[in-house]
């Protein structure tokens, strides 16, 4: 008899829930604006590589802030979703990517963008078992899997990270294949953090992870390491940025940008990026660096030599005032909102007279302004202004 209540009670459980849910979605469906892609300047089709999440304030929608959705060009409600798409989200355009078109190999593997990469062929992913279960479990063995997307083939690896270290980190994961290299956070024993640089041959396996440059030590401080954002995890460097927490009061603390470096995968070294008087962004592309000096209103873009000291002036693109304070540091990553990808620099930026972010696609060589929109009410004739916050952004480089 009591099997019965506990079935009939997980029955009734399942049906209030979903009865609740269905009434919450009617009812902040019901209050959001319908919304669209407005192109001031360029072609439309150049945003297509943008994907985003953000939040959605209006003042008709209450205390019901929305979660909108930017993929392929066309928006829409993470609410208007079902209810298992929505359970199913991780609020990140390249998890919620491999979710959807990758489930199986997504199985019992971290939730955490930065332990996958993806190329044309294959989809790579390095994680911890503490990454997967709540009781942690060996600090020490990565399982790495490497998934075919052509044959659908899947081949999995547990190897060692031989340190001292009570808890480690993999903060980002790039692939020349077959070789793959992961960025490592290591915590000793005694109390010590250090970023280190380990590789892996998929094709010709080891047990252990091999240790190739342990960038604490090389840029030789003790400041907090930032890796810029990796959207191309094909790329031959790893842009990094060191800060320093400075305190302003018992109970707040701003950030200082304490230098800039690039770790080269192909030679296996750390380059000291020639630091300027402004306000300085860093960007890899296509196997190049380039620097970007921010000043009142806008920003130069110069491409490091080969030497990697002297720089050669591309031009000057034009910024809002709201963006060309210094780079705001996010955990692990910066340069969240400014990237270059296959010779293009994209942005999104808050001028001073908008709530909702104007997103640019510009040519680095020529500066020309490829594309350049917001996003609009449908409704022309409503004059209320939502407020739309973006949390994550991505570019897609399959969609370039």
């Known amino acids: 008899m009591s099997k019965y209540i506990k079935l009939s009670s997980i029955i009734l459980f399942i049906a209030i ?216 995890q094909t790329e031959r460097y790893i842009t990094l940025q060191t800060a320093r927490e400075n305190m302003d009061s018992m109970y707040t603390y701003t950030e200082e940008v304490t230098g800039y470096y690039a770790y080269d995968i192909k030679e296996k070294e750390v380059i000291s990026i020639p630091s300027t008087e402004e306000n300085m962004r860093l960007f890899t592309d296509n196997d190049k660096l380039y620097v970007g000096k921010v000043a009142k209103d806008n920003m130069g873009i110069y491409e490091l030599k080969d030497d990697n000291q002297n720089m050669t002036l591309l031009g000057k693109f034009e910024l809002s005032p709201s963006d060309t304070s210094n780079d705001a540091l996010g955990y692990n990553h910066f340069n969240q909102n400014m990237t270059i990808l296959n010779g293009k620099l994209y942005t999104y930026e808050y001028p001073e007279d908008m709530n909702r972010p104007l997103f640019k696609v510009t040519d680095i060589r020529t500066q020309e302004i490829l594309f350049s929109g917001t996003i609009e009410q449908k409704d022309s004739n409503n004059e209320e202004s939502p407020f739309i916050d973006i949390i994550e952004y991505r570019l897609n480089p399959m969609a370039n």
């Not at 939730?111 to 600090?139: C, H, K, M, P």
């Open 17 to 232: 829930t979903l009865t609740g849910f269905g009434l919450y979605k009617a009812q902040a469906s019901g209050k959001q604006p319908e919304l669209k892609i407005v192109t001031s300047q360029g072609k439309p089709e150049l945003i297509e590589p943008v994907q985003a999440y953000g939040f959605l304030s209006h003042y008709s929608a209450g205390n019901y802030p929305s979660t909108l959705k930017l993929n392929n060009g066309s928006l829409s409600y993470l609410e208007d979703e079902s209810f298992f798409k929505q359970l199913d989200s991780n609020i990140n355009p390249f998890t919620d990517h491999l979710i959807s078109n990758y489930r199986s190999f997504m199985r019992g593997k971290s939730r955490q963008a930065n332990q996958f990469a993806e190329t044309d062929q294959y989809i790579l992913y390095a994680g911890l078992q503490s990454d997967v279960f709540f009781e942690g479990g060996n600090q020490n063995e990565v399982t790495l899997a490497a998934l075919n997307k052509e044959t659908e083939e899947e081949e999995t690896f547990s190897v060692q990270l031989e340190n001292d270290s009570s808890y480690n980190e993999i903060r980002a994961i790039y692939v020349d294949y077959p070789s793959v290299t992961l960025l490592v956070r290591t915590h000793s024993r005694s109390d010590k953090l250090n970023n280190v640089v380990y590789t892996f041959d998929v094709e010709n396996p080891e047990d252990r992870l091999t240790e190739e440059v342990n960038l604490t030590r090389e840029i030789g401080s003790d400041d907090s390491l930032y890796i810029g954002k990796p959207f191309d």
